[in-house]
């Protein structure tokens, strides 16, 4: 997509970077590297120097006095680039950080916490991407490990959103309420994901939110907590192409649909799960589901020996004994640490639970 595409009037976009002196400047970034020098003027006495290349279009400005810019590089092979210094300084003081183009994705060190996030009155909601509600149910994010967000969209009607993607180790979205009119990347046409539904979404599958009903509720899970969302311009969805098995990065995407899954017992006698059925589709890194007392009202003693445990109350409620006990109803999410044994007692006979863990 060019710039006319978005907007006709625009004909060129350019960074302006001050030189003291323009003749170094310019052989440093022409000859180091590798941009083409586009015009120069005045002829008689160079002011100005425009040069291109990588994408990008500067415009040095021989200038008395002036703060350096700086550049970031993204490159495939960055030390052939920098010899061995990842930040380089022009001529003029432009500092150039030379960067991975594909840096591969690092997980940050876990840290364990049990984190007890309420859903009150002074819950703390902010304005996110696209216009979206966000509430932090993971406020340590456990070292940078994991983050958890309940999102809402208050009013009905067409999302503000774009094709795009992120570079994940895991993340899916389960509907709380209301419904989303989603598309994904060789998946067919547009399609509702309604209350009870849930999508897995591998890494760097590019999909978009097109709409949504009014008072629209999600639960997004991702991995690491600080990830990137890529705009994907290029390509239009849904695409041409169908297939709903393509492996991204060993995951595949799968589509929840509560209505057409039956609820079988859980591993605490008296209880019952949805499973979402994300396992196989993860090769086994995360599995979820939905849980709710069938002829009990309390489990036994549990503990799990996986990374990450983490619940939102759906509906109901219940006591979270884990050592403290914990009143927890609607709206509340628990992030529950290895080792650390908990039970549910006292439970509603409308409790549910979404429960998400890794490994699966």
Same mark, same amino acid.
């Given at each position: 997509?060019?710039?006319? @595409?978005?907007?006709?009037?625009?004909?060129?976009?350019?960074?302006?970077?001050?030189?003291?002196?323009? @003749?170094?400047?310019?052989?440093?970034?022409?000859?180091?590297?590798?941009?083409?020098?586009?015009?120069?003027?005045?002829?008689? #006495?160079? $002011? +100005?120097?425009?040069?291109?290349?990588?994408?990008?279009?500067?415009?040095?400005?021989?200038?008395?006095?002036?703060?350096?810019?700086?550049? &970031?590089?993204?490159?495939? $092979?960055? @030390?052939?680039?920098?010899?061995?210094?990842?930040?380089?300084?022009?001529?003029?003081?432009?500092?150039?950080?030379?960067?991975?183009?594909?840096? !591969?994705?690092?997980?940050? !060190?876990?840290?364990?916490?049990?984190?007890?996030?309420?859903?009150?009155?002074?819950?703390?909601?902010?304005?996110?991407?696209?216009?979206?509600?966000? &509430? #932090?149910?993971?406020?340590?994010?456990?070292?940078?490990?994991?983050?958890?967000?309940?999102?809402?969209?208050?009013?009905?009607?067409?999302?503000?959103?774009?094709?795009?993607?992120?570079?994940? &180790?895991?993340?899916? +979205?389960?509907?709380?309420?209301?419904?989303?009119?989603?598309?994904?990347?060789?998946?067919?046409? !547009?399609?509702?994901?309604?209350?009870?539904?849930?999508?897995?979404?591998?890494?760097?599958? &590019?999909?978009?939110? %097109?709409?949504?009903?009014?008072?629209?509720?999600?639960?997004?899970?991702?991995?690491?907590?600080?990830?990137?969302?890529?705009? #994907?311009?290029?390509?239009? /969805?849904?695409?041409?192409?169908?297939?709903?098995?393509?492996?991204?990065?060993?995951?595949?995407?799968?589509?929840?649909?509560?209505?057409?899954?039956?609820?079988?017992?859980?591993?605490? #006698?008296?209880?019952? +799960?949805?499973?979402?059925?994300?396992?196989?589709?993860?090769?086994?890194?995360?599995?979820?589901?939905?849980?709710? !007392?069938?002829?009990?009202?309390?489990?036994?003693?549990?503990?799990?020996?996986?990374?990450? /445990?983490?619940?939102?109350? %759906?509906?109901?409620?219940?006591?979270?004994?884990?050592?403290? %006990?914990?009143?927890?109803?609607?709206?509340?999410?628990?992030?529950?640490?290895?080792?650390?044994?908990?039970? /549910?007692?006292?439970?509603?006979?409308?409790?549910?639970?979404?429960?998400?863990?890794?490994?699966?």
């Amino acid at each position: 997509m060019s710039n006319r @595409d978005t907007n006709p009037l625009i004909r060129t976009a350019e960074i302006v970077l001050p030189c003291a002196e323009l @003749d170094p400047s310019v052989a440093f970034f022409t000859g180091r590297l590798g941009f083409r020098l586009e015009t120069i003027f005045p002829a008689e #006495d160079p $002011e +100005i120097a425009v040069i291109a290349g990588h994408g990008l279009r500067l415009r040095l400005a021989r200038v008395a006095a002036g703060g350096p810019g700086t550049l &970031r590089l993204a490159c495939a $092979e960055p @030390d052939r680039i920098a010899e061995g210094a990842r930040l380089l300084i022009a001529p003029n003081g432009t500092r150039i950080e030379i960067v991975e183009a594909e840096p !591969p994705l690092t997980l940050p !060190p876990l840290a364990p916490e049990f984190v007890l996030s309420r859903w009150d009155d002074d819950a703390a909601w902010t304005s996110g991407r696209a216009g979206m509600g966000y &509430r #932090d149910l993971i406020p340590g994010r456990l070292g940078g490990r994991f983050i958890a967000s309940h999102i809402r969209i208050a009013a009905a009607g067409p999302v503000a959103d774009y094709v795009h993607f992120h570079k994940v &180790r895991f993340q899916m +979205i389960y509907c709380r309420a209301g419904w989303a009119r989603l598309v994904y990347e060789d998946q067919g046409p !547009p399609f509702r994901l309604e209350a009870g539904d849930c999508v897995l979404q591998p890494p760097q599958i &590019r999909h978009r939110v %097109l709409e949504s009903s009014a008072g629209l509720e999600v639960i997004e899970i991702g991995c690491p907590a600080l990830h990137e969302t890529w705009a #994907d311009h290029d390509l239009p /969805l849904p695409n041409a192409s169908l297939d709903p098995t393509r492996d991204f990065s060993g995951q595949r995407f799968h589509r929840h649909i509560a209505a057409n899954v039956a609820w079988r017992p859980w591993h605490a #006698d008296g209880f019952e +799960i949805r499973d979402i059925g994300i396992g196989s589709a993860t090769g086994g890194l995360a599995g979820a589901g939905v849980i709710r !007392p069938g002829s009990a009202r309390a489990t036994r003693r549990l503990r799990h020996g996986g990374e990450f /445990l983490f619940l939102f109350v %759906l509906d109901g409620q219940c006591r979270l004994d884990c050592g403290d %006990l914990h009143e927890v109803a609607a709206g509340d999410a628990i992030t529950i640490p290895g080792g650390l044994p908990y039970a /549910l007692t006292a439970c509603t006979p409308d409790l549910q639970l979404l429960e998400v863990r890794l490994p699966g």
